[in-house]
Each structure stands twice: as C-alpha cells, then as structure tokens.
C-alpha cells in the first residue's frame, strides 16, 4: 500500500489568499493521489504581524509577507529553498519577478520563499462614478478630489505606516537605512502631515479600514469613487465578483515624480520542522510554476507572483486588464527592510502613525517616537 501524507498550509483569509491555495492543493493531490494539503486561513491583520515562529511549529506550508524573512533567517524557521530546489528553476523565477518580489525573499544569501502572489498600493476607481478624465495626476488634484467628499484610503495602523514609508521616499529620502534613526526629521515630518492633510479630508471611519475593508465599501454603496493607494485586490475588477468592479492604475505624482508605494505580495516557504520536506517543496515548486501560475492560480482568484502571468492576455481580459494597469507601479515598488527585529517595529510603529493622525500627537513627536523605536528593534 502507497504511503499517504498530510501537509497543513496557512494563509490569510481572503478570496485571493485562499481560493487558489485550495485549487491548487486540489490539482496537485489529483496529480499525486497520496499528497494531500489542507489549508487553514489567518486574519489580515495576523498575516502582517503574527510571530512566523509559532506558525513555523505548527504548519508544514507558510504563505508570508516578506519583511518577516529576518526573523525567519535569524531562527532558522524556514528550509532554505535554493539548498533544495534546481538553480535553473531559481534563476527562471528572478527573471519572471514583478517587482521586487522574488529577491524580497532573500536575506543572508539564501531564498526562503518563492513569491506566488504579487502586491503593492495602487490606485482604484468606481468607473461609474469617475471618469478616466476626471482623475487626479497629481497630490493637489488628489486633495481636491478628497474635498468633495470623494475619496478613501485605508488608515488602519499598518497601512497608515506603509504610506508614511511612500510619502518619506517621495521626500528623496529612503527610510530605515541607518541604525541610529528610521529617517531625518525633516523627510518624516513633512510626510507625516501630508498623510495627515489627505486622512483629515476623508471620512473618519477610514481609520478603521484595511484595503479590503475598503474595496469593499467602494463596491457595496456609491459613496466613495477612488481610492489614491492601497494593496491592489485583483479579485474586485472580475465580472460578478463584487456589486460593481473596480478598475485600477497606477499613482499620483508628488514633487513631480509617479508616488513609490512599498511591496506587498506573498511568498510560500517550507517549515524547518516539516515532517515531509520533498513533498512540500515539490507542492511550493508547483505553485509557483508559470503553467500553474498563469492557469488554475489566476483562475482560482489569485494574483500570481510570476511575470508571465501578469502579461497574459486571457488573464488581463479576466480582471479588466488590471495587471496590465498596475505591472509598472508594482516594478518601481520598494522593498521594506527585514532585519530580524523588523517586525516588531512594523507593528508597534503603525499605531504612533495612527495615533499622530487621530490628533494625539505632533508630527515631530510622532516621528522622535518612530526613531527611538526603530534604534531600539534594529538588529
């Protein structure tokens, strides 16, 4: 009698995260009988900030966001795929990489994770509400369209921190380079109150929404018509997946250049303490195969981490050419930083931003907190 096995994955809970997961667990236990993946979802909020070391120890699959890879590195949490997987395989996936996704997984020489889903903030739009010539080109034309009572964005914690990073390299400046302070005072201050000038203008109960939360609010009433940035969900531009699809593009200008949005995405990694490692890398090296990348993982409600996938013709028809709309913004996208203490950065730092845009407190003392913080977990 074959032997049979069982692996747990995680992932978020989310259409996108979920759905092409299962398809293609499914198709891979159809292709090998004895294989079967079961996987189980986490909120987005745990997805960004839940200690990868825990999910290590119970799960075999681990779909994550890359700025925990310096932890996962620092613990040896993950198996090292370029120790298991062929170099030309490697080698195929750098070169089909949207953005920066797949070396986003690299830290201390090694790959730990394959990227099978891309991401970073872009523009959305109620097409219906807004035509293509009334959209904003730059910041002015944003704050003008948020005066009339137009705009969203999404203002919880994590998203606040993820726009102040795009804000601060919209200053010229690249932040959490130096071990001494995230960024100078003045890069920080001036991004912290243009978030602050964009967020006042917008309905409060932003402060409460993730990019979800917000897409699905754009698409259940006609309240809101655009949204300048968040993490693009390809899923709200398909036919009959939402009450009214979305289309997408790419940012507004600041200071006279495109805005630089931070990297976003999901790699899938083996756990170091998976009982059956060959079975798990050949089921990630599967996933992130161009021919399952581009077919049953975009069919499925994904968003494919392969470059080819995002070029496709049959898939840009499917997701009313989303890919096609946003492949520029997501390759000038920036790679957040992942030292081993990032994480605990990430999290903690998020609510100073979103205290300072409640009004609790000045952009400079915001930003003296965020410094002391980042000297503090930087390591």
């Not at 681990?62 to 996962?72: F, K, Q, R, Y």
């Not at 705009?151 to 606040?160: G, L, M, T």
């Not at 000038?197 to 006609?222: F, G, H, K």
Request: with cysteine.
């Amino acid at each position: 009698m074959t032997d049979s096995f069982l692996l747990r994955g995680t992932t978020w809970d989310h259409t996108r995260g979920l759905l092409p997961k299962v398809a293609t667990a499914q198709r891979y236990h159809e292709l090998h009988p004895e294989c079967q993946i079961q996987w189980q979802t986490r909120s987005l909020q745990a997805f960004a900030d839940y200690s990868i070391a825990h999910l290590a120890a119970e799960f075999d699959l681990l779909v994550i966001d890359h700025p925990s890879m310096g932890e996962a590195a620092a613990h040896g949490l993950f198996l090292p795929l370029d120790q298991y997987l062929s170099a030309d395989f490697l080698s195929d996936q750098a070169a089909n990489s949207v953005g920066g996704s797949h070396a986003s997984y690299q830290v201390n020489g090694h790959q730990w994770a394959l990227a099978i889903d891309a991401a970073t903030p872009v523009a959305s739009r109620r097409a219906d509400l807004l035509d293509a010539g009334e959209v904003p080109q730059n910041w002015a034309q944003l704050l003008e369209l948020a005066r009339q009572g137009k705009v969203a964005v999404p203002a919880i914690p994590i998203d606040s921190l993820m726009n102040f990073y795009m804000l601060c390299l919209a200053e010229g400046e690249t932040p959490g380079q130096q071990a001494a302070y995230f960024c100078s005072e003045e890069t920080g201050v001036a991004a912290l109150e243009a978030l602050r000038e964009l967020v006042s203008l917008c309905d409060p109960v932003c402060l409460t929404r993730n990019p979800i939360q917000t897409y699905e609010a754009m698409t259940l009433s006609d309240a809101i018509a655009y949204c300048p940035f968040a993490y693009g969900y390809s899923n709200y531009s398909r036919r009959g997946y939402a009450r009214r699809p979305l289309a997408f593009g790419g940012l507004v200008t600041r200071h006279g250049q495109p805005l630089r949005s931070v990297l976003g995405g999901a790699g899938l990694a083996v756990s170091a303490s998976c009982k059956h490692p060959e079975i798990a890398l050949a089921y990630a090296r599967f996933v992130a195969e161009v021919s399952t990348q581009t077919g049953i993982f975009t069919a499925n409600g994904g968003q494919p981490g392969h470059r080819q996938a995002w070029c496709d013709a049959d898939n840009n028809i499917d997701v009313q050419q989303y890919f096609s709309a946003t492949l520029a913004t997501l390759d000038q996208s920036w790679i957040r930083p992942r030292y081993a203490g990032y994480i605990d950065f990430q999290d903690r730092a998020g609510h100073l931003v979103h205290a300072f845009l409640r009004g609790e407190t000045a952009a400079p003392v915001c930003l003296q907190l965020i410094n002391h913080l980042h000297k503090e977990c930087f390591k």
